[in-house]
């Protein structure tokens, strides 16, 4: 794989500014997602990112160009960027934004209208026509990636890799999969390699190891997500085509969605389910999920069970839902432990009661005792937005330290004395009062 080109490195004082930024967008973004228009959380939260973008671009306006993991400002890269900036490009690259231009100063009304968008769920927006369509706001300027448009963008040349495409779907930088895209003979190779259930699967792997660009995995939302791009870019070539050819096509990529990890398909089965995974009319998740023959979920639960060192929820979960008949269950869960004894899990001399486990829970797990297919599925909405919650850092290092001074021994301390004071004012019973104040003086 080629090496990611140097960036020209960002100044400083832009830096900072620019991570002020995104703070304030992430946490306006936060708010809107909590509160209705009108709210003052919502307006004070406007307020202040307006106030960051007017620092920001106090000597001009800004282009900043969005990756899946971090922002370029100007074409130049923090060095040490805030993980602010990384949280912002994601939310950003979840809606296909790929550049975005902030003009000064900045515009209220229009920030309204582009958060409000950036709270929606990414497939509803795209379902609406996409954030460009919808954004009708002045002073910034949004351009929209197509990842079928960027597959297809150049012509000639060698065929792109599987690891090129990759950077491309995960916005990695550096030779061939960067900038002006692989190329249409990426499209064309990806295509061929549909015949090529091996090459897939690599594909798949890249994906769950390392996103194809040597950094940390994407989390398996982000996983599922990039497979969806995916699947979009390769329905949308195909547009106009008959429908069972379009099917046939998606047909083909069944390998490599059966070779993620069982949290991402939990994902991506979510998303059949929600009606979020559609392009022209045929949902992409059932053509290439909901077609997996057996060996194809054997090896999704045998990889499962090598990556986890055992069963899941999450794989308890997906396996049930692949394999809804209860009588198929049995034959596919004797494929995977085939495959799982030919991997090293199975080398083990406790595999047998491993594979024991795994069979059990696989075939008895079920939470509909206690939760209703409704509330299961807000449950998985709820968790996946936890992980997103969980990972916002947008408060300054200040207001935390601040924020963790408030918990602090000596604070505590404080609150438990000031409220024996305020019982010993309350208590009218003067052998109680004794007993608290003893504690007070103690």
């Not at 934004?97 to 968008?117: A, F, H, Y």
């Not at 997500?225 to 699947?231: G, S």
């Amino acid at each position: 794989m080629a090496e990611a080109t140097p960036r020209t490195p960002l100044a400083t004082d832009l830096a900072d500014r620019v991570t002020e930024f995104a703070r304030s967008c992430k946490a306006a973004a936060r708010t809107f997602s909590m509160y209705p228009d009108g709210h003052p959380a919502v307006s004070g939260a406007v307020t202040r990112l307006v106030g960051a973008i007017g620092k920001a671009t106090e000597s001009g306006s800004l282009t900043l160009t969005v990756l899946n993991d971090r922002l370029l400002v100007n074409a130049a890269e923090p060095q040490k960027p805030d993980p602010a900036i990384g949280e912002l490009a994601a939310l950003l690259y979840s809606h296909l934004i790929g550049e975005l231009v902030i003009e000064t100063p900045g515009d209220p009304d229009s920030w309204q209208v582009l958060l409000r968008l950036l709270g929606r769920p990414p497939e509803e927006v795209r379902e609406g026509g996409g954030i460009a369509a919808l954004f009708t706001g002045t002073s910034i300027g949004i351009a929209e990636l197509d990842y079928a448009d960027i597959l297809k963008e150049r012509q000639g040349g060698t065929a792109a890799s599987l690891e090129s495409l990759m950077a491309s779907l995960l916005g990695g930088g550096g030779g061939e999969g960067s900038g002006d895209g692989p190329g249409d003979e990426a499209l064309e190779s990806l295509l061929k390699t549909a015949d090529d259930a091996p090459q897939l699967r690599k594909f798949a792997r890249l994906l769950n190891s390392s996103g194809g660009g040597g950094s940390a995995a994407p989390a398996p939302a982000e996983q599922a997500d990039t497979v969806l791009k995916l699947l979009r870019a390769v329905a949308k070539h195909f547009e106009g085509k008959p429908r069972e050819e379009v099917q046939e096509q998606l047909q083909n990529m069944t390998p490599m969605v059966g070779e993620l990890s069982a949290e991402a398909m939990t994902e991506l089965l979510g998303q059949w389910e929600a009606g979020g995974a559609v392009e022209g009319g045929v949902n992409l998740v059932e053509a290439t999920a909901g077609q997996m023959g057996d060996d194809d979920v054997a090896r999704f639960v045998a990889g499962s069970v090598q990556a986890e060192g055992g069963s899941t929820d999450r794989l308890a979960e997906a396996f049930q839902a692949l394999v809804p008949e209860g009588d198929r269950r049995k034959q596919v869960l004797a494929m995977a432990e085939e495959h799982a004894a030919d991997s090293d899990i199975g080398q083990s001399e406790s595999f047998p009661d491993l594979w024991n486990n795994v069979e059990h829970m696989l075939t008895s797990y079920s939470d509909e005792p206690f939760v209703s297919t409704d509330y299961a599925r807000e449950l998985s909405a709820a968790r996946r937005q936890a992980v997103e919650v969980d990972q916002t850092s947008d408060d300054p290092p200040e207001r935390i330290e601040a924020w963790m001074g408030s918990v602090a021994d000596g604070e505590l301390q404080e609150m438990d004395f000031q409220l024996l004071v305020d019982l010993l004012s309350l208590e009218p019973d003067g052998d109680r009062w004794r007993d608290i104040a003893n504690v007070v003086t103690g």
